[in-house]
């Protein structure tokens, strides 16, 4: 029994790991249609981790500006997304 669930821990921790790489392959496929500046944005703050102060300081903009992209480019993907559930 013991044997058991342990080859069924590994069973589920194989197919996770191919879950979070398919949701991050269908992340940076929807990230393609949106503007470069957006998708680099998100790709660095819910990716890399970066805060939004860092992004800005790089890019030379505020930090609000930064967030308002995000946001804007987060509404962007939450459409793209159900219009690809619908296809």
């Known amino acids: 029994d013991r044997l058991r669930s342990r080859g069924l821990g590994d069973v589920y921790k ?3 790991l191919w879950m979070r790489k398919l949701e991050k392959e ?3 496929e929807a990230l393609e249609h949106l503007p470069p500046v957006r998708s ?3 790709y660095a ?3 890399l981790g970066m805060k939004m ?3 800005a300081r790089i890019e030379g903009v505020s930090r609000t500006s ?4 995000i946001r804007s ?7 793209y997304f159900k219009q ?4």
Do not use: A, D, H, P
Request: proline fraction near 0%; charge should be positive; charged fraction near 35%.
């Open 14 to 16: 194989r197919q996770e």
């Open 45 to 47: 703050y819910f990716m």
């Open 84 to 87: 690809t559930e619908m296809e």
């Open 73 to 79: 480019g987060l509404k962007n993907l939450k459409r």
């Open 53 to 55: 102060v860092g992004t």
């Open 66 to 69: 930064v967030s308002q992209s």
């Open 26 to 28: 269908q992340l940076r």
């Open 40 to 42: 680099r944005r998100i």
